[in-house]
């Protein structure tokens, strides 16, 4: 069973903080990485995507990938409350066509 | 674009009815994928279209689950019989090509009473 773990949260960061979420997978043969942001009552949005060991910035969200400790994680900088939601991790590889999603992180941003 | 659209948004039924569930994915994309989301739980994936292939069913958690997918494009989801564990939002997401970003429809919220 390949799986994908998160810590479920809440996480709560004062607003203007950094707010940093983690994900483990268990298969070492995934390719592909995506971070979702999912509002209450709405569906799964991309935020980011990442192939790659390393870092990827957009704007004031940044990806790290280490495909080594099977690790993934999501930094949001200057953290607004409209980035109060659900972050779900998903991990994809070259086999499986669909994501494997984890169960999410529940974000809280303290005005 | 027009993205991923679904319909209907909610829907209610007795348990016992069939029930059919619609997603038109954005338009050019090959790959069209169903997922389950129960209150406060992830995604659980439930079947895979990609081009003429023959579809992954292999999340379908039952044999009353069923779908297709016509001229490509439009997909329906079919639940026969349904049950109250059924309860959940049915979402659909397109991507452009196998394991490439998957765009997600705004869902059906189902309800089997």
């Known amino acids: 069973q390949k799986e994908v773990e998160q810590n479920s949260g809440p996480l709560s960061v004062p607003e203007g903080a950094i707010a940093s979420l983690n994900c483990t997978y268990s298969?070492?043969?995934?390719?592909?990485f995506f971070w979702y942001r999912q509002y209450s009552g709405k569906s799964p949005e991309l935020i980011m995507s990442?192939?790659?060991?390393g870092d990827k910035e957009d704007g004031r969200f940044t990806a790290q990938l280490n495909k080594a400790s099977q690790y993934v994680s999501l930094l949001i900088r200057d953290s607004q409350p409209s980035d109060s939601a659900t972050y779900l991790c998903?991990?994809?590889?070259?086999?499986?066509?669909?994501?494997?999603f984890g169960s999410g992180t529940r974000l809280q941003v303290q005005p | 674009g027009a993205g991923v659209s679904q319909s209907p948004s909610n829907k209610v039924t007795e348990k016992g009815k069939d029930v059919e569930l619609r997603c038109d994915p954005i338009s050019g994309h090959t790959a069209l994928y169903w997922y389950r989301q129960s209150l406060g739980q992830g995604l659980e994936f439930l079947i895979y279209?990609?081009?003429?292939?023959?579809?992954?069913k292999s999340g379908l958690p039952s044999d009353r689950f069923s779908a297709e997918r016509t001229g490509g494009s439009v997909s329906t989801l079919t639940i026969q019989r349904t049950q109250q564990e059924d309860s959940a939002v049915y979402l659909c997401?397109?991507?452009?090509?196998?394991?490439?970003?998957?765009?997600f429809g705004p869902g059906t919220r189902l309800l089997v009473l």
């Open positions: 279209f990609q081009g003429n292939s023959a579809p992954d």
């Open positions: 997401a397109s991507s452009p090509n196998r394991g490439e970003t998957q765009y």
């Open positions: 998903a991990v994809t590889d070259t086999g499986r066509r669909a994501l494997t």
């Open positions: 298969d070492r043969g995934s390719q592909s």
């Open positions: 990442i192939y790659s060991n």
